[in-house]
T-cell receptor
Framework: SQQGEEDPQALSIQEGENATMNCSYK?????LQWYRQNSGRGLVHLIL?????REKHSGRLRVTLDTSKKSSSLLITASRAADTASYFC??????????FGTGTSLTVIP | KAGVTQTPRYLIKTRGQQVTLSCSPI?????VSWYQQTPGQGLQFLFE???????NKGNFPGRFSGRQFSNSRSEMNVSTLELGDSALYLC??????????????FGPGTRLTVT
């Protein structure tokens, strides 16, 4: 399976703290994307990082990519209660075929 | 721009029945992908349509099928429903259809329960 894995599976932090979640994948990629999903809803795209990029920022989000280790990390700084959600990484397979990781469930306690 | 819409939002079916789910992509998007999400298996890719043609297919049995119309709207059909088909079915559309260098816009999903 090309499916990625996020680590940790669940994370609970206090509001204002930083949250870091990791994603590992198995095959070479063109791009890696991170998505957020609120309970039982559709996914929302957060950020895309290309295989030739090592780091990318978007607001309070920082994503790193290490293709040699086939891993990526998502850092959310100064977390808020509204950041409570599940976070998924997705890697591209053949054309438009995406492989999603197992997800990290983040709870931010007010 | 209106987002991706999926109908119906909730559905309860009985084993052995068939079901059709509908997805309307964002205007201008020609690629539509379908995913099945369950607690045990996570998000699994079903298939992707681009300009009315199925371009990619995941590892699902032939009971799962789909199609795309000329206006890019897509339907997926599941025949002979099994209890294990209970899941959240997500549709996603994107602007282009090549290279994986684009973001996908997801609909809210259809929650299918098979009893």
């Amino acid at each position: 399976s090309q499916q990625g894995e996020e680590d940790p599976q669940a994370l609970s932090i206090q509001e204002g703290e930083n949250a870091t979640m990791n994603c590992s994948y198995k095959t070479s990629i063109n791009n890696l994307q991170w998505y957020r999903q609120n309970s039982g809803r559709g996914l929302v795209h957060l950020i895309l990082i290309r295989s030739n990029e090592r780091e990318k920022h978007s607001g309070r989000l920082r994503v790193t990519l290490d293709t040699s280790k086939k891993s990526s990390s998502l850092l959310i700084t100064a977390s808020r209660a509204a950041d409570t959600a599940s976070y998924f990484c997705a890697t591209d397979g053949n054309g438009n075929q995406f492989y999603f990781g197992t997800g990290t469930s983040l709870t931010v306690i007010p | 721009k209106a987002g991706v819409t999926q109908t119906p939002r909730y559905l309860i079916k009985t084993r052995g029945q068939q079901v059709t789910l509908s997805c309307s992509p964002i205007s201008g998007h020609r690629s539509v992908s379908w995913y099945q999400q369950t607690p045990g298996q996570g998000l699994q890719f079903l298939f992707e349509y681009f300009s009315e043609t199925q371009r990619n297919k995941g590892n699902f049995p032939g009971r799962f099928s789909g199609r795309q119309f000329s206006n890019s709207r897509s339907e997926m059909n599941v025949s002979t429903l099994e209890l294990g088909d209970s899941a959240l079915y997500l549709c996603a559309s994107s602007w282009t259809g090549t290279g994986g260098s684009y973001e996908q816009y997801f609909g809210p999903g259809t929650r299918l329960t098979v009893t």
